[in-house]
């Protein structure tokens, strides 16, 4: 265990929906990280906060938006999803720069 | 561009095989380099990572890495693999400077037959 906890862990909906993913980092952690992970693209890096605010953006839809929250929580919402949305979304952690701690991911299936 | 490249997609290994999976990074500058394994059904965790210092560097469950500049690689290596290895590693790098992004390989599938 990480201490990176995400919720839901599956979620299943249809095309065009919008949704929301949690992610809860290790205590004391100020960055939180997204990223998607796809059979066909690997594991790819969507986009980094950093006590509230946006460190880092990487291939992240513009269909796609992030917060974190002053209690450091983050939310990752998709909109108007798609069928190749469908992947894992992973959440990590760090308290220092170089070392980041996955949470158990979110799996998201859209029809 | 930042990309980071692993060879072998699947592997497959019978129990007290060697193993090395490599791992090649195009990146300007100092770099971070990371393995990341992924157990069926789990969350990546942290295998382990290099900044500087000695190439060689040993972490959890027997596992070591061997970063070598310059042919620009940091493969993985263990001595003897058992059933309980089978997973999928993730080689991924990171800019030596603050709070730099992850750049993850496509993974390697290993799967240990008993």
């Known amino acids: 265990d990480s201490g990176v906890t995400q919720t839901p862990k599956h979620l299943i909906t249809a095309t065009g929906q919008r949704v929301t993913l949690r992610c809860s980092p290790r205590s004391g952690d100020l960055s939180v990280y997204w990223y998607q992970q796809s059979l066909d693209q690997g594991l790819q890096f969507l986009i980094q906060y950093y006590n509230g605010e946006e460190r880092a953006k990487g ?3 513009e269909r ?11 939310e990752l919402n998709l909109s108007s999803l798609e069928l190749g949305d469908s992947a894992l979304y992973f959440c990590a952690s760090s308290v220092d720069p170089d070392t980041q701690y996955f949470g ?7 029809l | 561009a930042q990309s980071v490249s692993q ?6 290994l019978s129990e007290a095989a060697s193993l090395e999976l490599g791992c090649n990074y195009s990146y300007g500058g100092t770099v971070n380099l990371f393995w990341y394994v992924q157990y069926p059904g789990q969350h990546l965790q942290l295998l382990l990572k290099y900044f500087s210092g000695d190439p060689l560097v040993k972490g959890i469950k027997g596992f070591e890495a061997e970063f070598i500049k310059s042919k620009f690689s940091f493969n993985l290596r263990k001595p003897s693999v058992q059933w309980s290895d089978t997973a999928e590693y993730f080689c991924a790098a990171a800019r030596n400077s603050g709070y730099s992004t992850l750049t993850f390989g496509k993974g390697t599938m290993l799967l240990v037959s008993p």
């Open chain 1, 59 to 61: 291939n992240i839809l």
């Open chain 1, 64 to 74: 796609f938006s992030a917060q974190q929250f002053p209690d450091l929580h983050s």
């Open chain 1, 104 to 110: 158990p991911g979110t799996r998201l299936t859209v």
């Open chain 2, 7 to 12: 060879h072998n997609h699947h592997v497959i």
